[in-house]
């Protein structure tokens, strides 16, 4: 497994935003987008292209297209739609596999509560999307839910990790790739990433 923090002074800089307390709902959800679609363009580095010949203003040319990718992205709810639109606008025609999963606060443990996917998992890359990677315990259950499914390329995107979670998974599903804009240094004991940017999914919708 391979974890890639993309090191780029404008993640860096969106990600200051994201961790200032003062940040509003709106420019944290859009900011959120702004550190997805980031994140994604390195994610699809190893996209193959092939070359087509169309018809341009001038003639005939020579183009590049994506081919034969076929992509499902997995926000996990509900603070994985924060990165959703992110990564639609750079992947307009990916397919959405939603995956419902909440942490029980006493045990920490993921616990699923609605899944509809693609139907054909088994021919699309899954990326999965929540802002944190705390703990690592709803990324492992998505990963295995997913593989349940036939799913065989994973990755993940995520604004900030915890070292903790990525060893978690990296330890569980080697074949996954992490795609993230900051390790950050611990988790507190309530699972919470130090320092964080706080609880992601009220700081996108705006609840407490
Ligand atoms: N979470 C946060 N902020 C944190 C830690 C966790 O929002 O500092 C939430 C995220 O919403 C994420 C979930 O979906 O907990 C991941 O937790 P875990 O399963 O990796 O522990």
Same mark, same amino acid.
């Given at each position: 497994m391979?974890?890639?923090? &993309?090191d780029?002074?404008l993640?860096r800089?969106?990600?200051g935003i994201?961790?200032?307390? @003062?940040? @509003?709902t709106?420019?944290?959800?859009?900011?959120?987008?702004?550190v997805?679609?980031?994140?994604?363009?390195?994610a699809?580095?190893g996209?193959?292209?092939?070359?087509?010949?169309?018809?341009?203003?001038?003639?005939? &040319?020579?183009?590049?297209?994506?081919s034969?990718?076929?992509?499902? &992205?997995?926000?996990i709810l509900?603070?994985?739609?924060?990165?959703?639109?992110?990564?639609?606008?750079?992947?307009?025609? #990916?397919?959405?596999?939603v995956?419902?999963l909440?942490?029980n606060?006493?045990?920490?443990e993921? &616990?699923?509560y609605?899944?509809?996917?693609? @139907?054909d998992?088994d021919q699309?890359?899954?990326i999965?999307?929540?802002?944190?990677? #705390?703990?690592g315990?709803?990324?492992?259950?998505?990963?295995?839910?997913l593989?349940?499914?036939?799913?065989?390329?994973?990755? @993940?995107?995520?604004?900030?990790?915890?070292?903790?979670?990525?060893?978690?998974?990296?330890?569980?599903?080697?074949?996954?790739?992490?795609?993230?804009? #900051?390790?950050?240094?611990?988790?507190?004991?309530?699972?919470?990433?130090?320092?964080?940017?706080?609880?992601?999914?009220d700081?996108?919708?705006?609840?407490k």
């Amino acid at each position: 497994m391979a974890v890639y923090v &993309v090191d780029h002074p404008l993640v860096r800089h969106k990600i200051g935003i994201l961790r200032m307390e @003062s940040t @509003s709902t709106s420019e944290f959800r859009s900011v959120s987008n702004e550190v997805a679609r980031l994140l994604i363009y390195e994610a699809t580095k190893g996209f193959r292209t092939e070359k087509h010949t169309v018809q341009g203003w001038a003639g005939p &040319v020579e183009i590049e297209a994506i081919s034969g990718k076929k992509v499902t &992205v997995v926000p996990i709810l509900r603070a994985g739609l924060g990165l959703m639109d992110g990564v639609l606008d750079m992947i307009p025609g #990916a397919k959405i596999s939603v995956v419902g999963l909440y942490r029980n606060e006493e045990t920490l443990e993921p &616990v699923e509560y609605y899944v509809k996917l693609a @139907s054909d998992m088994d021919q699309r890359l899954a990326i999965i999307l929540d802002p944190m990677l #705390a703990t690592g315990g709803s990324l492992i259950a998505t990963i295995e839910l997913l593989k349940r499914h036939g799913c065989r390329q994973i990755c @993940s995107l995520n604004l900030v990790c915890a070292p903790e979670g990525i060893a978690k998974v990296e330890a569980a599903h080697p074949d996954v790739d992490i795609y993230t804009a #900051a390790i950050d240094d611990h988790l507190n004991e309530q699972g919470y990433i130090i320092p964080g940017l706080g609880d992601a999914g009220d700081r996108i919708f705006g609840t407490k």
